[in-house]
């Protein structure tokens, strides 16, 4: 019994050692590279966030950003110690501008309200599919930004909101992305997430047989909204700063490219996706400041943007010759429960 | 009086600018249930070819800003779509995503993201007088490019055979395959016309706004998807009446919202747009052959 349930959830196991593995690594490493390591760990939690609803339930979500941005500017807004944030937003309400959380319930509180926010607009939404709930969650990121980028009693607007605590260091980060792997393997285990999967594969089959799709894409829906919201908190709290544009069309579609590339329909494809492309986003940001050649006093350097145009060109490649990703749609050891039972039937 | 002039002149420019971008995307719709964001950049990049030729008569400057819209959406079509032409429309519409995302990374690698200023049709910079209200020129002249491109475009989809095999293929694409049109031309054609479109609403668009950056096409691109949206996708109809709707209300909010919510108008627009979802998922002239068989 205990030897099934380790089979099963040997995939987790094994994600969960990877990112422990990368976080162990960096803490040896130099001050940067530690930084871009915590950076990366930061998007797996708003990846993990966007595979929950967009690889379960198939169904194209590009509001994730749109979740990130409101879960920074709550924990922001609850965390922020007085002096900065009345120097910084002097016309907030003032039960707001007293309030003083401790830093770590940030994520969370800035989750629950994501959660909150999608369970509203999301029960609409989820009845749309296809293109329509494609075009739906588009605008819901631009008018995330639209309002938080005009709001500026709450917001600070268009002007960077500085001052946020930057406690998200290496473990933390790691602590963070481990709990969002672990949500979204323990939710895919579910009955839920089976019929919502069912659903994605054929949704009219999936309906005929008893399933409600509407409701099982809100929840969905809301809990990776949850998982994108922490992300988002996190994000500002280790950029110590919060601006509206970190929160557009360029995160979209770094989050969208990571799972994609990966692969959108397993968990490993979404955290694999996102150290794949966060290591050669790396690679490229190391060539545009220029890599020595060994022996030859010759320095290679790109040119400045370079690596955004490879980075698009590739996810074009991946698409074209790759559609399902990296992982094809596979879990990392998810043969292992699988083969055992088959053994149990014979 | 001359108030209630304004507006209709505003809404009626601004929301000719949407239709003709709308029509754009609702054409590649129509035909291969793609959703192009790729669009934009058909836009931006006309845009920066006037801006190349800003030297040059309207008319050699206008002509380069086609070539490029058109060679550009061929191209994408050629390179990226027609591989994914079996994929699924989700596929589809994260390649055009990327697409979108690859050119717009391209313009700003190699001419950089600070905008350039250009006027392409400085005749045009004028006021005039309807009655004795005063009223942009090039806004009226937006109006009027507007219908009459769209009265062309009409004219093109009703009276000759390309359209007729367009219209086809926007009905049933398999059946119009089996009845002998070409799946490969009727394609292209729709591609060469949106970038026409695209190059069109560029220069409207540029002499506007007086500057072109790698950004120009983003916006106008992703009000025209909700004007599709609301006009029911694949419908060229819903298209251009989506368009004009959005360009209208927009306009309204602009001039009656409180001053202190005006910035949120668009928020507002896009909110409708969830709204209008919601009570008619299809768009309100649902396109035929859209419901999915089983």
Redesign the interface.
Known sequence: MMYNLLLRAAPLLALVALIVAITLLAGIADTVTSRRVILSLVNVVCVVGLYIFMGNSGVLNFSSVGFMAIGAYVAALLTMPAGPKAMFLPDLPIWLAAAELPALAGPFVGGLFCAAVALVVGLPIMRLSGIAAAIATFSLMFICYIVLGNWTSMTGGQISLMGLKAYVGLWTACAFAVGAVAVAFAYQETRWALALRASREDAVAAQASGIQVARLRLGAFVLGAFVCGAGGALYGHFQGTLRVESFYLDPTFLLVTMLVVGGMRSLTGAVVGCLVVSLLTEVLRLAEVGIPLPGTGITLTAAAGFGDVVLAALMLVILLFRPNGITGGREILGNLARSERTHDQI | MSGLVQIAVDALSLGGLYALTALGIGLIFSVM?L?NFAHAELVTCAAYALFALSGQPLVMAFSGAIVMAVALAVITERI?FR??RR?D???L???S???S??IQ??L??TLGSRPKSLDPVPALSQAVFIGSTQVSLLKLVTIGVCAVLLLALTLFLKRTSFGLQMRAAAENFTMAQLTGVRANAVIVVAFALSGVLAAVVALLFAAQSGFVQPRLG?PLM?TA??AT?IGG?GSLVGAVIGGLLVGIVTTLLQAYLPPDLR??R??FV??L???A??VR??GLFPARGLKER?
């Open positions: 249930r959703a990226a591989p994914l994929a429309p989700t596929t519409m994260i390649a995503f990327t697409v995302m690859l990374k391209l700003i690698f983003v992703i998807f909700v949206v996708m910035p949120f668009e928020a896009f909110a747009v969830i709204l979802l919601l998922p299809n089983i």
